[in-house]
């Protein structure tokens, strides 16, 4: 089958992979429809590169028709159109049976200290084959995926329950926001604008989004934020300040992470690292690794004292520097974490699959391209050239 396949930093591409086999009594095998890039394969694409080996298959953000399954898969048939989100959980576990699926004891990474496996996302999690990819093999199916109609809506209305909304949905759901509080949405990339318009879905009535990128900003403006541009804004904590009486947002989601613009001594060492052998570039990653936080600092400065601050943008430094004097001070409270996907299903699915797109998925996508052209589109997301907020690839 084809798949994209990790070569090197910045260098992926579609190359002849073995096709998967059932393992497991609890495994099936997907055929993929549709498959999307996520802003935190962006991170694989360079910054994590060190955890990653040459053919690795990318991506975590899946949907297709069930072509196999496993003697221990039930709720599942040959045939069954499904979305598979992108953690990897067993659903009876100890973490599992608390909703915290993305800490599943049953696939965590215990040797890694991390929590449980991810399609496509590096040896730090499981390693697992991901889904930019003809076929994929989904451990766990007795529990994963999540059937759809097969006759119901195109693929972009379920796509995106994979990882991006409901990501965007625990941000939200994290970031606590008051009755007629306000919220600022730190970054405008497809989390970002979801959790716009989610958040106005909700009833949250006054949204603040900051973003450099002009296309983003006038999406979000278009479903109902006022927007910042940051990169035209000579103080953004004060500008934010003045839209709230001088206190501050009550939340704040940051839906950035590590590969924040604006701090370029960071970028600098970020590069370096990438470029170390493999064990170097991990331990120096590990020990003394550096994210660039303009966009998390900047979360913690708009913040009003007492607020929230949501985190749902990916790091992945160790030694990165924080204004602790200025988080006691003002007494914020921090959420943060990998999102436990299947915890937020139920209600994400019943929203997304009534007639009205109300979040308006179908067009969220501004790219839609072959498999065979992802290296292209990749390098196009990174670079957020021709307007590209987000590209969903065919197989």
């Not at 103080?235 to 989601?253: F, I, P």
Request: proline residues 6%; negative net charge; contains cysteine.
């Amino acid at each position: 089958m084809k798949a994209l396949t990790w070569q090197g930093v910045e260098d992926v591409q579609v190359r002849e992979v073995p096709d998967p086999r059932i393992i497991e009594p609890t495994d099936a095998i997907v055929r993929v429809t549709s498959t999307a890039i996520c802003g935190s394969d962006l991170h694989l694409y360079k910054v994590l590169g060190p955890y990653l080996r040459p053919g690795d298959v990318l991506g975590h953000e899946f949907m297709g028709i069930v072509e196999e399954v496993g003697s221990g898969v039930a709720n599942l048939a040959v045939g069954d159109r499904v979305v598979v989100p992108f953690t990897i959980s067993c659903g009876h576990c100890w973490m599992c049976s608390r909703g915290l699926y993305a800490q599943c004891e049953t696939t965590q990474n215990v040797e890694q200290g991390k929590g449980a496996s991810l399609f496509g996302y590096t040896s730090l999690y499981g390693s697992v084959p991901g889904g930019q990819a003809e076929l994929v093999r989904v451990p766990h199916a007795d529990f994963g995926p999540v059937k759809l109609p097969k006759d119901g809506h195109p693929d972009e209305r379920y796509l995106y329950l994979s990882d991006i909304l409901p990501t965007a949905w625990q941000g939200l759901q994290w970031a606590d926001v008051p009755e007629g509080g306000t919220l600022v949405v730190v970054g405008l990339g497809p989390v970002g604008q979801l959790a716009v318009r989610a958040a106005r879905q909700m009833g949250v009535q006054r949204v603040i989004g900051l973003d450099l990128v002009p296309e983003r900003l006038q999406r979000a403006e278009a479903s109902g934020a006022l927007v910042l541009d940051v990169s035209r804004t000579k103080d953004v904590t004060k500008a934010v300040l003045d839209l709230t009486d001088g206190r501050g947002a009550d939340s704040v989601l940051e839906a950035v992470g590590m590969e924040a613009h604006g701090n370029p001594v960071a970028e600098k060492v970020i590069g370096l690292a990438t470029k170390l052998p493999g064990p170097i570039a991990r331990a120096s990653m590990e020990k003394a690794g550096l994210d660039r936080l303009e966009a998390l600092h900047t979360a913690i400065d708009v913040v009003r004292r007492g607020g929230t601050v949501s985190i749902s943008g990916v790091y992945g430094g160790m030694a990165d520097p924080m204004p602790m004097m200025s988080m006691f001070d003002k007494g914020i409270t921090v959420r943060m974490g990998q999102c436990h996907v299947k915890r937020w299903t139920p209600e994400l699915f019943d929203l997304v699959n009534q007639a009205d797109d109300v979040l308006d998925l179908e067009h969220l996508a501004t790219h839609r391209l072959p498999l065979d052209q992802a290296a292209e589109a990749y390098k196009m997301f990174q670079t957020k050239s021709d307007g590209c907020q987000k590209v969903v690839l065919k197989p």
